[in-house]
């Protein structure tokens, strides 16, 4: 078993969720909201924050893929595409984790071809020192340095998602 020590504690993630939502909610004045979730990092995060929204949330999910065994390929391949139209409506694409910023820009150009009313992008992790894109997220839960991280749905080859905090790997 790897060695995972705690970066951000469950608490302190509960917390910045409860804030977050408020600034959504502040943002968005009881008007509906399309989430949406980057398969599968971010069902976790999608799910606990649209579960402290009070406004209708509509979910989509979209799936990309850029990474074989913990490494970038470089390239963003299309899983798996949205199933209704999003033309018109306020979506908010959420994000576990923003570090080069390839998947990102290659989603929001992609969902602005759709026609959207607004869109915003939500990440629960930002990872600027690794950034080679220029994209900023508009709700960021955490900036966190260069470390492999797991937990809150983000994996290390698919495993430790489900642990309800986020941790890094010590080598």
Same mark, same amino acid.
């Given at each position: 078993?790897?060695?995972?020590?705690?970066?951000?504690?469950?608490?302190?993630?509960?917390?910045?969720?409860?804030?977050?939502?408020?600034?959504?909610?502040?943002?968005?004045?009881?008007?509906?909201?399309?989430?949406?979730?980057?398969?599968?990092?971010?069902?976790?995060?999608?799910? %606990?924050?649209?579960?402290?929204?009070?406004?209708?949330?509509?979910?989509?999910?979209?799936?990309?893929?850029?990474?074989?065994?913990?490494? +970038?390929?470089?390239?963003?391949?299309?899983?798996?595409?949205?199933?209704? +139209?999003?033309?018109?409506?306020?979506?908010?694409?959420?994000?576990?984790?923003?570090? +080069?910023?390839?998947?990102?820009?290659?989603?929001?150009?992609?969902?602005?071809?759709?026609?959207?009313?607004?869109?915003?992008?939500?990440?629960?992790?930002?990872?600027?020192?690794?950034?080679?894109?220029?994209?900023?997220?508009?709700?960021?839960?955490?900036?966190?340095?260069?470390?492999?991280?797991?937990? =809150?749905?983000?994996?290390?080859?698919?495993?430790?998602?489900?642990?309800? =905090?986020?941790? =890094?790997?010590? %080598?």
């Amino acid at each position: 078993m790897k060695n995972i020590k705690i970066l951000i504690d469950e608490q302190t993630i509960n917390q910045r969720l409860d804030e977050l939502a408020e600034e959504i909610m502040k943002d968005y004045p009881k008007k509906d909201i399309v989430f949406l979730c980057i398969l599968k990092g971010s069902v976790v995060f999608t799910v %606990e924050l649209a579960k402290r929204i009070k406004n209708n949330i509509q979910f989509e999910f979209i799936e990309v893929s850029s990474y074989e065994k913990n490494q +970038s390929t470089g390239k963003i391949k299309l899983n798996k595409d949205i199933s209704q +139209s999003i033309q018109g409506k306020d979506v908010i694409i959420i994000e576990d984790i923003v570090d +080069s910023g390839r998947t990102i820009t290659f989603l929001k150009e992609y969902i602005l071809q759709k026609n959207p009313n607004s869109l915003k992008i939500c990440s629960l992790l930002d990872k600027p020192s690794k950034r080679i894109f220029e994209i900023k997220a508009d709700y960021i839960g955490f900036t966190i340095e260069d470390k492999f991280v797991v937990g =809150y749905g983000l994996d290390d080859e698919q495993n430790l998602r489900n642990l309800n =905090y986020i941790g =890094y790997i010590e %080598e």
